[in-house]
């Protein structure tokens, strides 16, 4: 029966229609549901997972010593050419022996990806991904960063 | 207040839109240059004229709509009248709408309602 | 217990008092042309930050909370935002159309306003035709969105506003019949009248399932008359970008704006009138204590809760459903509102005549 | 209720713009399009007369710049290409290399993958769902999927550090080993999943308008999609065989228990149907594999520099719009000799034309919208 | 259908092709003028239904151009990959985009990207790179870009 099908018609298409408005209505009236993060306001709070690649940092200890022998590994790794390591000579104040070493170890944000890469290629454990995120400058030179510290030092027995 | 209300409402809106665009016009800085004043299609420079003839579809629909519009007009003192008059109301617009129906019909079997 | 009209009265008799019968008159034209501004302006702020409330609280967000307190003047931010960019004009259009096109849109919303009454015995013409002229003027809207459409020299604005002219045309068919439903009932196209009628309650409850009908036909149709999702297919941003008004900017499109909410307000203050009883508080038959306590809340209140429900309910619709195909569009109006309002119209004069209504 | 829409099954032929056209942009900066997609597209009133795309806004030569980056450096631009399914784009070059070097993957890094592949198949189908949506006009979904997407997202970032383009996955198992908290994370997950799915019926697919927007519109038949070379859910979705989970097992697939999704329709709503069954198989599998991760290495040892063979290495992976292959010709040296993508996106694309004519500008959003085209993807 | 299956059926076809084995798949090669004889062949063969054009590319050799087809049966799920090689100086070869019309838009990523010129082509434009590139084709081996590549 035509009539039928056309009422039929109509009272399916308004149920669909009183489903959805049900689901948004209930929604309208739980604010608990509400998923929002305040992101500047939660900056103290804000947990970032430990694993997270912000950026390339390299840890020092107590001393002023860090684990990076300046083998390059990490230059080599890096798809995009993020790292630049500079190295020098050191002469052991003991043996007398000369001993390469860094003298700069220079990381461009800017360019990195954060793929991870030069970690995992790292065969001391010198360097890692900080959770960090808050990368914004006004000039973009202030991205490129001297990760070793000055005045710091291979730490001792790590080759 | 009566009718002097339209035309108090006339010079309201035109002066409120006049003031908020002269505000606007005094506040802000304007430059000008050849991109900005290109017709906005998505970043790309218009190809030909948009000023065309071209099939808006629904030239069937505007000419019964004027029927039925026409019809509406009609319906209104009826439809005051309704409760005075009583069953004969009835009776003469079951068949005023009767005609018209059969029109309409008519018109959605040739396809007239039908956007193309 | 105050009210509106013996405010207007005394300033009548105040003013009269003062200057004299013809300078009186003329006070109180400006007097009322700056109300109506006022009020223009003050539902243009509360109707934006009402809409995005209410998308955020129903796409779980907290939605504007900077402004102010809960960012309730988010949209004096947005007013002042809009005020200083710069509104541009594209060489290649017919400027004159383009420049008076906000114009008639704010008219026609504006003209709208004359014959509402916002409370007991207040309105600012207690025109005979109430019903009629609503309908006249507020296809007048269609106007202005062709020639900004037009004029713009863009190819989605002529597309926006052509199929706007056919929206707006076909729609207007079953909202015009969802309102006879209410002038047969009542006997008259005064809108006083139709309140008046709605004194031992509103026609809603009073008038069984046909007028149900009815209202939905109404708030379907002018929802789309009013270009609103789901009909919003003269503007509809993910195929037009901004249809009519892809090329307007700063306060030319801020009018625009304007000029919907507004006419979003009308329409449902029509609807609260028509279906609701406008300012009528709740009387239910001849209970005449509950009628007596309903009665001291203020009729201002009744009128704008109800017109602001309404306005709810067309938020609502548009942040559940999504849009509609032009023809689909059309399709619903010619082949199931147009033939469903004629015949809800016919079960109403059955009504009617038979006096089944309450 | 109203549904009018005739399957156009034979594309209508139509000649030269001629008077009464407009030829309109959409795109590169267009709502609908996604990224910066540029259609020209050609109009008689409503009625689309001609489609054509316009690509490259956002070439970087992919292909290009594997060809100076060594077999474990090239893994991470692939990322790039199809940002939705990077873990699946990662997979299938993670594949082709242990292809090459013949390299046994441990059972743990294999379910590793499994698992994440599949969360990652249902990420990019919840941003599907709300974009698609989105573009129909309803906002509101949008903002619904996201809640669980991003669910996963915190999964991805605990474990793999990252959470849109992560580099997890390296020539002979994955980077890392898993994170303590992911069994917990994911049973969460599936719980809120379960919890949530009925209301993408409600809102959407249950919806009049949306089944009226959707049915119909977009018809491809079976040989078409087969001649145009669709894959993934627009494939599917005619009922073309196409799963290459199936056809073609690779990593543990083949051991797994869930099913092809098949519709037969055609149109963008079976695509449509396809996409949200495939949620429920990908769940499906997490919850097989969730409980059984076994214990071992997480990375098969393999040398320092790699090398491939000389030789032809041709992979493909199930992404979540469809084959993803590579295509590797080595020389025998760090880097590959030649490096080709086969993109799901970019054949879909191409049948765009064919879907589309003579049907109307919205039917051009419904119809894109299911084909799911990711602008990196189809670009390179 | 198995490779030596493959073989045997391939070379009754075409007898000039030349057979390669070794990947995963059969590696035919075949005379650029073959081609499209051949391709409608491969696709309406009662026993090969070749019907999946999943793979269409080229690779730059120094020497010369090589066109590579990789076909699949949807139906019957074995796979080929046809080769074809072309002159370095003037590529030339005849479309397939007739046969399986994801050739399209893969033909003009080619021609593009390393100047091969399909003959009979429908529409044979740039597709991905902006106007002003003909001429140019990016993914052979000495193409050099000083301004848009940067070298690491």
Known sequence: MFIKDYIKDIASALKSLATGMKMTGYYFTHHKEIITEQYPDNRDTLVLAERFKGEVVMPHDENNEHACTGCTSCELACPNGSIKIITKFDVDAETGKRKKA?????????????????????????????????????????????????????????? | ?????????????????????????????????????????????TKGPSWIQFNVGYYLFALIFLIFDVELVFLYPWAVAVKQTGWMALIEIVIFFFILFAGFLYAHKKGALKWV | MWSFSEIAKNIDLWLNDLVGSTWALVLEMVIAGVAVIGLFAALGLVLVIMERKVAAWIQIRLGPNRVGPKGMFQSMADTVKLLVKEGMTPDGADRLLFNVAPFIAMIVAMLLMAPIAFAKDFQLWDMNIGVLYITAVSSL????????????????????????????????????????????????????DIIKAQENGWWIFKGHIPVIIAFIIYIIAVTAETNR??????????????????EYSGMKFALFFLAEYINVFIVCAIGATLFFGGWMPLHIGNWQAFNHIMDYIPSSVWFFGKTFFLIFLIMWFRWTFPRLRIDQLLNLEWKYLLPISMINLLLVTLIAILGWHF | ??????????????????????????????????????????????????????????????????????????????????????????????????????????????????????????????????????????????????????????????????????????PGGVMWDLHPDFQKR????????????????????????????????????????????????????????????????????????FDEVLETGGDSFARYVVRIKEMHQSIKIIEQLIDNIPEGDFQAKTKAVLKLPKGEYYQSVETARGELGVYIVSEGGTTPYRIKFRSPGFSNLSALNHMIKGGKIGDLIAAMGTLDLVIPDIDR | MTNEELKV??????????????????????????????????????????????????VDWKTHLTMVYHLRSTKLQHAVVVKAKLDRTKPEIETVSDTWRTAEFHEREVYEMFGVHFLHHPDLRLLILPAGWEGKNPMRKDFEDPVNMIKL
Not at chain 4, 100 to 128: K, M, N
Request: proline fraction near 4%.
């Open chain 4, 186 to 257: 994911v049973k969460d997950f599936i719980t809120l999943y379960k919890k949530k799915i009925h209301e993408y019926d409600e809102l959407v697919t249950g919806n009049i308008i949306f089944q009226n927007r959707m049915k119909g519109i977009g018809y491809i038949s079976p040989e078409d999609v087969i001649s145009y070379g669709c894959t993934g859910p627009v494939a599917r979705g005619s009922g073309v065989h196409s799963d290459i989970r199936k056809v073609s097992p690779y990593s543990i697939y083949s051991k797994l228990d």
């Open chain 3, 141 to 192: 809207s269609v106007i202005g969105i062709l020639m900004a459409g037009w004029a713009s020299n863009n190819k989605y604005s002529l597309l926006g506003a052509m199929r706007s002219g056919a929206q707006i045309v076909s729609y207007e068919l079953s909202g015009g019949l969802a309102i006879l439903a209410v002038v047969v009932l009542t006997g008259s196209i005064s809108l006083t």
């Open chain 4, 1 to 170: 209720m109203y549904r009018e829409t005739e399957i156009i099954k034979d594309a209508p032929q139509f000649g030269e713009p001629g008077f009464g056209d407009l030829v309109i942009n959409v795109g590169p900066q267009h709502p609908a399009t996604h990224g910066v997609l540029h259609l020209i597209i050609t109009l008689n009133g409503e009625t689309i007369k001609d489609i054509k795309p316009n690509l490259g806004y956002i070439h970087r030569s992919i292909e290009k710049m594997c060809e100076s980056l060594t077999y474990r450096q090239f893994i991470y631009v692939t990322s790039r290409m199809d940002y939705l399914s990077a873990h699946i784009n990662n997979h299938a070059c993670a594949l082709v290399v242990e292809k090459g070097l013949q390299v046994e993957v441990p059972e743990r890094a294999q379910v590793i993958r499994v698992l994440f592949d599949e969360l990652t198949r249902i990420a990019s189908h919840e941003l599907w769902w709300g974009a698609m949506a989105m573009d129909l006009g309803a906002f509101t979904p949008f903002f619904h999927s996201f809640r669980e997407r991003e669910t996963i997202n915190v999964i991805m970032e605990e474990t793999c550090g990252a959470r849109l383009t992560m580099n997890y996955y390296v």
């Open chain 2, 1 to 45: 207040m009566g009718a002097a209300s339209l035309i108090v409402l006339i010079i309201a809106a035109v002066a409120f839109s006049t003031i908020a665009i002269l505000i606007a016009k005094v506040v802000t800085k304007s430059t000008t240059n050849k991109q900005k004043g290109e017709a906005i299609e998505c970043g790309i420079p």
């Open chain 3, 229 to 246: 999702a789901p009909f919003d297919l003269a503007e509809a941003e993910s195929e037009l970008t901004a249809g009519f008004h892809t």
């Open chain 1, 102 to 159: 860094i003298d700069t170890w220079v990381y461009h944000l800017d360019l990195c990806t954060m793929c991870g890469l030069c970690v995992e290629a790292c065969p001391t454990n010198a360097i890692k991904m900080a959770p960090t995120f808050e990368h914004s400058v006004f000039d973009r030179n202030k991205l490129v960063k001297k990760l070793n510290e000055d005045g710091s030092k291979v730490r001792a027995g790590v080759e």
């Open chain 5, 9 to 58: 059926k391939l070379t009754e076809l075409l007898p000039s092709a030349t057979f390669e084995e070794g990947g995963e798949w059969l590696n035919v090669y075949i005379e650029p003028a073959a081609l499209p004889a051949f391709a409608k062949q491969l696709k309406s063969d009662e026993v090969l239904q070749f019907d999946f054009l999943f793979c269409l590319t080229c």
